[in-house]
């Protein structure tokens, strides 16, 4: 039990420095031309990040960056829940509260990817060319979600020892 509880802490501590780097690079979708990569925030080429993204001004990208955020600020509150609980909550309890976090944090992360997916990186939008693929970032950003949905329901399931 005490094995599990610390893999689970051990994933959610990697969840949460997936979700921060994911967010912040921009490796999102990748050119197979040229050394060209595009994010949430930035148009890099080569290693100069500072090129303008054609849709900045889109709502879609602003609530992606949104739900990101906010993806990445509710799984840090369900950590420090989790490490709270674990020193103050009785024996025999669950870990409610922190589970109940971790899935608010894994729907935000459901939002923010699907709607980059559905905009910005299928072959179905103007943005996502034939030459472009997946970069590590999007890719990141599905194991989070992942990860942060196994966690949550870990959390609701396991009883304090
Ligand atoms: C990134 O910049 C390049 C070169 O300026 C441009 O061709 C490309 O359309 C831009 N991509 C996005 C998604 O803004």
Redesign the pocket.
Known sequence: MLVLLAGIFVVHIATVIMLFVCTIANVWVVSNVGN?S?GLWN?C?NTLCN?????AHEDALKTVQAFMILSIIFSAISLLVFVFQLFTMEKGNRFFLSGATMLVCWLCVLVGVSIYTSHYANGYTT?YRSEDHHGYSYILAWICFCFSFIIGVLYLVLRKK
């Open positions: 060209a595009v148009n080429t090129g303008t993204l054609v849709y943005y």
